[in-house]
């Protein structure tokens, strides 16, 4: 079963807007990351949380962890058509870093 | 440059028959990872190792089969046995056993398109 559950499914905005997308889990974490799929290729990793950490930033990127809640969020500020792809989040609960993955938001970016 | 290369990059297999997906790095990662990857839908673990020489299974192993014989290589076999092999498997690598396994990102291969004939 998924660990993570990514909100909402699919995301449509404009250019130049911001886009945030939330992932729940149900399990204690050792750390979160979130991962980009552009159509048709692999995961590229784009940040990593640790479980004592609240908030992180890289670039226009910004993400959230709430282990109280079991919940985390991407923040993607001003975006660009390049940002159109799936975004995924992914948990890691135990040592060996096996991952989890939810289902993925999809994130269009009109220009 | 440093990373993974997965190929072919598109595969059919006929009824019956055992096909095997390569993946290999570049990367010096202990651990490696497959995953499957069905239309609109996240990744699920089918089998990851450590270290070489060792494997473990993941969540949906059943009909497929690995081998772990060289730090930078992790061959998938899809087997007759998978009967809905249809779709696209992805391979990784993370830092392992020698970077403490854990707070690790995995890099990924561009993946293969596993289609039944």
């Known amino acids: 079963s998924q660990q993570g559950e990514e909100d909402p499914q699919a995301l449509s905005i404009q250019e130049g807007e911001n886009a945030t997308m939330n992932c729940s889990y149900k399990?204690?974490?050792?750390?979160l990351q979130w991962y980009r799929q552009n159509s048709g290729r692999g995961l590229v990793h784009l940040i990593l949380?640790?479980?004592?950490?609240r908030e992180k930033h890289s670039g226009r990127l910004r993400v959230t962890l709430d282990t109280s809640k079991k919940s985390s969020s991407l923040l993607i500020t001003a975006s660009r058509a390049a940002d159109t792809a799936s975004y995924f989040c992914?948990?890691?609960?135990?040592?060996?870093?096996?991952?989890?993955f939810g289902g993925g938001t999809r994130v269009l970016v009109k220009p | 440059d440093g990373g993974i290369t997965q190929s072919p990059k598109y595969l059919f297999r006929k009824e019956g028959q055992n096909v095997t997906l390569s993946c290999e790095q570049n990367?010096?990662?202990?651990?490696m990872y497959w995953y499957r990857q069905d239309p609109g839908q996240g990744l699920r673990l089918i089998y990851y190792?450590?270290?070489?020489?060792?494997?473990q299974k993941g969540d949906i192993a059943e009909g497929y089969s690995v081998s772990r014989e060289k730090k930078e290589s992790f061959p998938l076999t899809v087997t007759s046995a998978q009967k809905n092999p249809t779709a696209f498997y992805l391979c990784?690598?993370?830092?392992?056993?020698?970077?403490?396994?854990?707070?690790?990102?995995?890099?990924f291969g561009d993946g293969t398109r596993l289609s039944i004939l």
């Open positions: 990784a690598s993370g830092g392992g056993y020698s970077t403490g396994g854990k707070n690790q990102p995995q890099h």
């Open positions: 399990t204690s974490i050792n750390n």
């Open positions: 949380i640790r479980s004592n950490e």
């Open positions: 992914a948990t890691d609960k135990a040592a060996g870093n096996k991952l989890t």
């Open positions: 990367l010096n990662h202990d651990a």
């Open positions: 190792s450590q270290i070489v020489n060792d494997f």
